[in-house]
């Protein structure tokens, strides 16, 4: 049986760094969902935010219609709008999140643009991938995981451990910057 695991989080998170090796290290088919909008041009372009805005109800199908040609046990689908494939898809989804602070670094180091790097935090901080992840799937199915101050190593083993069902290698969490920032009376600096 296909096990269809999702991987999403915010720009900055991981996912991609973290899809390449933990689909090498499971033997999965990867789909990078920013490719497939990308070369299937599933997107249009709003110059006000200065970024891509995809085609949902296409790419939805297009990804669909991927995973049923694939026959491999594991298949990864990475990307921020991961949570579009339907529940019955779905074996595990996975959330990738990083604390503002180093999530910012991180957008700095890559070049994002001011805007970008605030929208990004808000999505963040609001935990915008989270979210739409619970409005899409059984809560049993989604795992949040904290990337901010653990290696990539030690995540690999963590989400393969989660993938195979072995939950006791990691103390799993729901995860909340709001709360974090308020009580550190550092949400200000986050919003206009």
Request: net charge positive.
């Amino acid at each position: 049986m296909k096990k269809v695991i999702i991987l999403s989080g915010t720009p900055g998170t991981g996912k991609t760094t973290i899809a390449k090796i933990l689909s090498e290290a499971l033997n999965a088919n990867l789909i990078d969902i920013n490719k497939e909008v990308i070369e299937n041009q599933f997107y249009t372009f709003d110059s006000e935010r200065e970024t891509k805005i995809a085609d949902i109800k296409k790419l939805k199908k297009h990804l669909k219609k991927i995973i049923q040609e694939i026959h491999s046990e594991y298949i990864l689908v990475e990307g921020h709008y991961a949570d579009i494939l339907p529940d019955e898809l779905v074996y595990k989804a996975i959330i990738l999140r990083t604390h503002p602070e180093i999530l910012k670094k991180r957008l700095e180091q890559k070049k994002f643009s001011g805007k970008k790097i605030s929208e990004n935090l808000q999505a963040e901080i609001l935990g915008d991938c989270s979210s739409h992840a619970y409005e899409s799937y059984k809560a049993n199915k989604i795992y949040e995981l904290n990337t901010s101050k653990i290696s990539i190593d030690k995540t690999i083993n963590i989400l393969i451990a989660l993938i195979k069902n072995d939950k006791s290698s990691y103390q799993l969490e729901k995860i909340d910057w709001l709360e974090d920032l308020e009580k550190n009376k550092s949400l200000n600096k986050y919003f206009d």
